[in-house]
């Protein structure tokens, strides 16, 4: 009889087993460097204003459409709707794995079909952006962004920061797979397994374009047409990294600490690409150059607060959040009208405007094809047959 590996996943609560690596975030001496504030560019929306806080002023609702993509009239303009039962807790059974030695984690590369549910079921319905932030298909994830910048971007279009377990179910689907699109990963389907590269931090921590265009390694949001879940949402797992609102009950353990979770993992070997897996480890001023964002809101025309469970429980309003964003909503509300009009320009050194605009991005940056090197099952096999593939470099991936 074959051996197999079974574990327990916790959903909206974490995993048991595999929460303790990272999702593939590299990991890096000291702490992180604070950012400063990105851009968005998607439907301009007003935002509901939470009791107690100023009114924000609403944005025009003209929005470009992109010609022959569906659209649920549940939802706004570019957003698709998620509506489904979710399980708290889910089995599933691995019969390939690999130890990625780097990261402390095992990558499982084929699950056996069929996802028990051995936790608690809610019923979930919301809508979520289709795509990374700015939400455009075509267009590259915005990176660089700390959780309350990406919060207030998401506000200034009258959303909020999805929660982890909205996150999940949208990746997983009804049938709660591993993989938006199966049971057997493939960073061909959704970007992953690129190279180590090496981030000079100093670079990385001043948003150098030219160091931040070497980084890069991700593709333009809807271009991997497989990586798409069942809800019609695409590159959650691989591509950029995500992060999302916590939902664990505050406190000083790994999972509650921090408002911030980060899901999905980036465009590194060594990384689990799957839709369970979370990182509980950064916090809200944690950003990256791999590390993006999408925004859920409420369906069916229902007003959306823009705070987190947690910032609601403890009795935040908008203002607290644009402090430590940097900005505020309607100035995120500004910009998006620049964009829209391509008007959003920055001085050179000006990283505030950059990042709010969206140009941190060097304009060396390119996109991986299905033809750049890759390393896979790049450490000791677990459990199955297969071979170690290196299409890139005859060294193991650095430390992450």
């Not at 505020?328 to 920055?346: D, H, I, P």
Request: hydrophobic share 30%.
């Amino acid at each position: 009889m074959r051996a197999l590996l079974s574990w327990v996943v916790a959903g909206a609560v974490g995993t048991v087993g595999l929460a303790a690596g990272c999702s593939g975030s590299p990991r890096t001496a000291g702490a992180p460097p604070k950012a400063s504030m990105v851009a968005v560019d998607s439907a301009l929306v007003p935002v509901a204003a939470p009791s107690g806080s100023a009114e924000v002023e609403p944005a025009p609702q003209a929005v470009r459409v992109v010609a022959g993509e569906p659209q649920d009239p549940e939802c706004p303009t570019g957003m698709e709707l998620v509506d489904g039962d979710y399980c708290s807790d889910v089995k599933q059974t691995c019969t390939k794995q690999w130890n990625a030695s780097q990261n402390k984690i095992h990558v499982c590369e084929e699950f056996e079909v069929g996802t028990k549910c051995v936790g608690k079921t809610s019923h979930k319905r919301y809508c979520m952006d289709r795509y990374e932030f700015p939400n455009k298909k075509g267009e590259r994830p915005e990176v660089m962004n700390r959780f309350h910048q990406a919060e207030i971007k998401c506000a200034a279009q009258g959303k909020r920061m999805c929660t982890e377990s909205e996150w999940n179910l949208a990746c997983e689907g009804p049938e709660m797979k591993p993989f938006p699109y199966g049971w057997t990963r493939d960073p061909l389907v959704c970007n992953g397994d690129n190279l180590w590269d090496g981030p000079n931090m100093k670079k990385v921590e001043a948003r150098d374009p030219t160091e931040l265009a070497r980084l890069w390694r991700g593709v333009r949001s809807g271009s991997s047409e497989q990586c798409k879940s069942d809800y019609g949402i695409f590159d959650l797992p691989g591509n950029a990294d995500e992060v999302c609102a916590n939902e664990h009950a505050k406190g000083k353990t790994t999972t509650g600490k921090f408002d911030s979770v980060n899901t999905g993992g980036p465009w590194y070997s060594g990384v689990r690409n799957q839709c369970r897996p979370k990182v509980y480890t950064h916090g809200e001023d944690f950003y990256y150059y791999y590390l993006s964002f999408r925004c859920c809101a409420e369906a069916d025309g229902a007003a959306t607060n823009p705070l987190t469970p947690r910032q609601q429980k403890d009795g935040w309003d908008i203002s607290k959040v644009e402090k430590l964003a940097g900005f505020s909503v309607a100035e995120m509300q500004e910009k998006l009208r620049q964009k829209e009009t391509g008007s959003c320009t920055c001085d050179a050194d000006d990283v505030l405007c950059k990042t709010m605009c969206g140009t941190l991005l060097g304009p060396d940056a390119e996109d991986v094809t299905v033809d750049t090197p890759r390393v896979r099952y790049a450490g000791k096999s677990e459990k199955g047959n297969f071979i170690a593939e290196n299409t890139g470099s005859t060294e193991k991936p650095k430390k992450k």
